[in-house]
C-alpha cells in the first residue's frame, strides 16, 4: 500500500513503462494517454525479464499501478 502513495505522489506520462495490478492478475505497458483516474496503455507480455510489447489498448486505474519504471535487469522489445 505504502508503494502506490509513492507511484501517485509521482507524475505518470505518455511513453512511461507501468506495471500494476489487473482484474485479472498482473499487467504492464507503456503509456499512451494519460486520464483523470486512469491510463490507456499498449499491454505487453512478460518471459522472465523480458517484456515484448502487443497492439493491445487496456485500461488500468491510476491506483492500482504499483511499479514506473523498468528494473535494471528488465529489456522492452517491440515488434
Same mark, same amino acid.
Given at each position: 500500500?505504502? @508503494?502506490?502513495?509513492?507511484?501517485?505522489?509521482?507524475?505518470?506520462?505518455? !511513453?512511461?513503462? $507501468?506495471?500494476? @495490478?489487473?482484474?485479472? !492478475?498482473? $499487467?504492464?505497458?507503456?503509456? @499512451?494517454?494519460?486520464?483523470?483516474?486512469?491510463?490507456?496503455?499498449? &499491454?505487453?507480455? @512478460?518471459?522472465?525479464?523480458?517484456? /515484448? +510489447? /502487443?497492439?493491445? +489498448?487496456?485500461?488500468?486505474?491510476?491506483? &492500482?499501478?504499483?511499479?514506473?519504471? +523498468?528494473?535494471?535487469?528488465?529489456? +522492452?522489445? /517491440?515488434?
Amino acid at each position: 500500500m505504502e @508503494q502506490n502513495k509513492k507511484v501517485m505522489e509521482q507524475e505518470i506520462k505518455v !511513453g512511461d513503462f $507501468i506495471s500494476g @495490478q489487473y482484474r485479472y !492478475g498482473c $499487467i504492464s505497458g507503456v503509456v @499512451q494517454k494519460v486520464l483523470k483516474d486512469k491510463v490507456v496503455i499498449k &499491454r505487453c507480455y @512478460q518471459f522472465y525479464s523480458k517484456y /515484448t +510489447l /502487443t497492439s493491445e +489498448l487496456v485500461n488500468v486505474t491510476k491506483s &492500482r499501478i504499483s511499479q514506473v519504471g +523498468l528494473n535494471d535487469d528488465e529489456i +522492452l522489445v /517491440t515488434e
